[in-house]
């Protein structure tokens, strides 16, 4: 099917903006521009970015994603994540829990490790279906390049806004260390009956890394807005990406980027009865870096921290009384208790979540 001939998003379902970010006048300095972006990062963490220069490369990950996920399950099944906390590989639906009473995903997918992507043919975690390494030259080592410039590039202007050294942020992104940084290809076959929007398809969360690049041709995306109680979703814009902060970036910042919940839900008609597919690029710190407040390097940062601990006690973002977490640790933590097989209770759920019940810097 062609994307002319999926149905568009009804125009009479309530959905939140996005701020819209030009990528191209970010790296041209602007400063409106850089407002913009601020905003969007420090009230939703959410924007779309117009201007990316990766349409190519996307159209390209879809057709390498949509092959990889008619591959038959017995194949997909050999290079299955685990249940030990390791993300890349391929996840089948219903082994995430979308809630704390272990409600199943909906979704399948593939994440291929960056490092993997980077180094191939030589393998640094883990093989792939020959799906995956069929096009790792003409569409996941150009997508995995191209997303990275822009998350390095992006979170470096953020870093500038923080107060911090240049490049202070790109360089816990180095690529020279190992990171659970990579490229998620997802399939949701349709639901036109029965299911309700509780019942979600991806249930509530927050992004694990630093930032996501995100690129949706159907609706099914909801953000819960700050201060407000009702899920709305967010309309795909042609030639948009949705970009968000994740956790690594609020615990960094000492709450001042906000890694906002989201989650996905069954589409509303017409598009429900259509598979839903979708691509992202996680980029997430190394694995070595340690999540906390980067307080000795920012005095906006250190103020905010200040301000958390005085009023909150709040352990995450200051890292005091606490084992402070390393990026690999807190990203494996998450992924091995969302997976349904760990499940012992709802215990289990809450030991799957991030920064979402931290409060937000004032
Ligand atoms: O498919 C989407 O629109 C969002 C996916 C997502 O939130 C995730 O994989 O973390
Ligand atoms: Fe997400």
């Known amino acids: 099917m062609t994307i002319a001939e999926q149905p568009s998003f009804p125009d009479n379902i309530q959905t939140h903006p996005l701020l819209v970010v030009d990528y191209e006048l970010i790296k041209a300095g602007s400063a409106r521009e850089i407002d913009t972006l601020w905003e969007a990062a420090t009230e939703l963490g959410f924007w779309y970015l117009k201007n990316h220069g990766v349409d190519d490369e996307v159209a390209r990950m879809f057709d390498m994603g949509a092959k990889t996920m008619r591959l038959p399950m017995d194949e997909k099944m050999k290079y299955e994540q685990g249940d030990d906390g390791r993300s890349f590989g391929y996840k089948f639906a219903g082994a995430n829990a979308t809630d704390e009473s272990g409600n199943p995903d909906t979704v399948e997918f593939i994440n291929i490790s960056a490092d993997d992507a980077l180094s191939f043919p030589t393998q640094t975690h883990r093989t792939y279906p020959s799906t995956v390494n069929e096009h790792m030259d003409d569409a996941i080592r150009p997508f995995v390049r191209k997303s990275i410039e822009i998350n390095h590039t992006l979170l470096d202007v953020l870093g500038t806004q923080l107060g911090l050294a240049n490049g202070a942020l790109s360089k816990r992104h180095a690529l020279n260390e190992h990171s659970g940084s990579e490229a998620r290809f997802i399939f949701k076959p349709p639901s036109v009956a029965e299911i309700t929007e509780e019942k979600a398809a991806i249930g509530a969360h927050t992004d694990f890394g630093s930032l996501s690049f995100l690129h949706n041709r159907l609706g099914g995306l909801q953000v819960l807005v700050p201060g407000t109680e009702t899920w709305q979703y967010v309309k795909p814009l042609p030639g948009h990406a949705i970009c968000n902060l994740g956790d690594a970036m609020a615990l960094l910042s000492a709450g001042i980027l906000r890694s906002n919940l989201h989650r996905v839900v069954p589409l509303p008609p017409p598009q429900n009865s259509f598979p839903r ?36 006690r709040t352990k995450y973002f200051v890292g005091e009384g606490i084992e402070v977490p390393t990026s690999a640790e807190w990203f494996a933590r998450r992924i091995r208790n969302q997976r349904i097989k760990n499940r012992t209770g709802p215990e289990t759920w809450l030991a799957s979540r991030g920064t979402e019940h931290q409060p937000q810097a004032v």
């Open 277 to 312: 597919t979708s691509l992202v690029f996680f980029t997430r710190p190394g694995n070595s870096v340690q999540l906390r407040a980067l307080s000795d390097e920012s005095e906006v940062i250190a103020s905010a921290a200040a301000r958390l601990f005085e009023t909150l």
